[in-house]
């Protein structure tokens, strides 16, 4: 069996319908892929949006990337969660009014994997695009490798509660940029050990329209990209809050 067959699992009908069902579908596999999640059309419409949203974009690590909404990591990363939580309301209104309907889209993804009850996470922004330029720092060497633990709650992170990270490709790169996944799971450094990078990984290539799915403690990097065309993801974080009950943030 190829690798990407043992490391990738294709789920072809957009739900796995339980949590019991995703979670067995997440313990064999480094992530899920889901194609038509949004149609070609409908991702050609939402990348004009974002690229019309430009004035709006918020920067993060001085240009190297932005975001179409406010985005946990980037302000929690540049010293600016204040600001981050003092604008959600005004970041959740900016999304919707370039992408009507695509935050309540996002809910029902989650809801269609989980089976569960899907809600915004109360004071904090809801999904939003990651916009990765072409020609800048992550196009050219890829990502920063990590976990994706960093809104999670301390108590959440010690009980080992699921934690879900959701990637639409609204508009792909003209080569590359997909996302390596590892066989190493957060062990309690958000810095990555020579060991566990030594783990088996695998990338994952997904087109315009499709989705990846994978457990936010896995660790992951977006791969380097060529070509002028900029990166645009849909994004959202997840997390079963109680059992069946899940909350959903940027």
Known sequence: MAIEEARVRIWPDHGCGSRTALASALSDCFALRLSGVMTSAECRVAAQAVEAARADWVPAFEGEQYSLGRAWYTHYEEDQSREYFA????????????????QRRMHELVAALTGGHVGSRHGWCGPGVHVFPAGECVSERGGVIHFDTEGLPTR????????????VMIQEPEA??????????????DV????ELARASQVVEYQTGEAVIFDSYRLHQIQPFRGSRDRYTLTAHAAEVDRDRWEIWF
């Open 192 to 195: 990555a050990s020579d060991e």
């Open 156 to 167: 959440h992170i010690r009980t080992g509660k699921a934690a879900l990270t959701l990637l």
């Open 176 to 189: 590359g940029g997909g996302i390596r996944l590892w066989d190493s799971r957060y062990s309690g450094s």
């Open 87 to 102: 604008s959600a309301a005004e970041s959740d209104a900016l999304v919707e009014r370039y992408l009507p309907g695509i």
